[in-house]
T-cell receptor, first 114, second 114 residues
Framework: NAGVMQNPRHLVRRRGQEARLRCSPMKGHSHVYWYRQLPEEGLKFMVYLQKENIIDESGMPKERFSAEFPKEGPSILRIQQVVRGDSAAYFC????????????FGPGTRLTVT | GESVGLHLPTLSVQEGDNSIINCAYSNSASDYFIWYKQESGKGPQFIIDIRSNMDKRQGQRVTVLLNKTVKHLSLQIAATQPGDSAVYFCAENPSLQGAQKLVFGQGTRLTINP
C-alpha cells in the first residue's frame, strides 16, 4: 500500500514564476492537508480539502496561493508569482476519516525560489 | 491562541539510554495529540497518538504521557538506538470535529551518542 506521494521532490523557480505542487493521498484516504515548513521550524497548517471541496483554508495566504482536490487526480497546491519568502518545504498529509485524527505525511516538495 | 511548544530544542543521549522529550500545549480544548519523527530530508513519520480521555499510551519502545492539569505531553523512548536520531514534533488537534488542522511545536532534535 503506497504512502502519500508528492511530486516533484525538489522544485526551483525564479521570482515571478508559478509553482505547482502535487499530492496523491494514500489509497482509501479522501482528506488532504497541506503544511509548510521553514528550516528549523515546525510545520504550519495551510489548507484542508476533501474531494472537490475546500474545508478549511485558514492558513493559506490570501494572495497568490490556491489549492484544489479534484474528483479525479491529485491535489494541487499552486503558488503564483513566487517570491523568495515562498522557499520552504511543503508537505501534504492524508487521513481516512476526520474523526480518526491521525494524518500521514508525504516526503514533501522542497521549493527554492531564486 | 493555539500554540504548542517544546521545553528543549536539542537533546543528546547515550545509545541504550532512555530519552524523554517534553511538550507544552496551551489550548485546553485540544483533545487529540500526536508525536511525529522527522528525519533529515523526509516527511514527518507518525509515532504514537493519545486522546484526552487517556493519560498514558504505550507502543513499541515508546510511551506517551499526557497531563491535562498542566497541559503537558511527553514522549519516552526506551533503549535509544542510532536510528532514533531525528527531530521530534508534538502536534495537537484542537477538535476532532470540523476542521482538522494540526498545530505543531517547534521540534526537539534528538542525537544519539555511540
Amino acid at each position: 500500500n503506497a504512502g502519500v506521494m508528492q511530486n516533484p521532490r525538489h522544485l526551483v523557480r525564479r521570482r515571478g514564476q508559478e509553482a505547482r505542487l502535487r499530492c496523491s493521498p494514500m489509497k482509501g484516504h479522501s482528506h488532504v492537508y497541506w503544511y509548510r515548513q521553514l528550516p528549523e521550524e515546525g510545520l504550519k497548517f495551510m489548507v484542508y480539502l476533501q474531494k472537490e471541496n475546500i474545508i478549511d483554508e485558514s492558513g493559506m495566504p490570501k494572495e497568490r496561493f490556491s489549492a484544489e482536490f479534484p474528483k479525479e487526480g491529485p491535489s494541487i497546491l499552486r503558488i503564483q508569482q513566487v517570491v523568495r519568502g515562498d522557499s520552504a518545504a511543503y508537505f501534504c498529509a492524508s487521513s481516512p476519516l476526520p474523526s480518526r485524527g491521525e494524518q500521514y505525511f508525504g516526503p514533501g516538495t522542497r521549493l527554492t525560489v531564486t | 491562541g493555539e500554540s504548542v511548544g517544546l521545553h528543549l530544542p536539542t537533546l543528546s543521549v547515550q545509545e541504550g539510554d532512555n530519552s524523554i522529550i517534553n511538550c507544552a500545549y496551551s489550548n485546553s480544548a485540544s483533545d487529540y495529540f500526536i508525536w511525529y519523527k522527522q528525519e533529515s530530508g523526509k516527511g514527518p513519520q507518525f509515532i504514537i497518538d493519545i486522546r484526552s480521555n487517556m493519560d498514558k499510551r504505550q507502543g513499541q519502545r515508546v510511551t506517551v504521557l499526557l497531563n491535562k492539569t498542566v497541559k503537558h505531553l511527553s514522549l519516552q523512548i526506551a533503549a535509544t538506538q542510532p536510528g532514533d536520531s531525528a527531530v521530534y514534533f508534538c502536534a495537537e488537534n484542537p477538535s476532532l470535529q470540523g476542521a482538522q488542522k494540526l498545530v505543531f511545536g517547534q521540534g526537539t532534535r534528538l542525537t544519539i551518542n555511540p
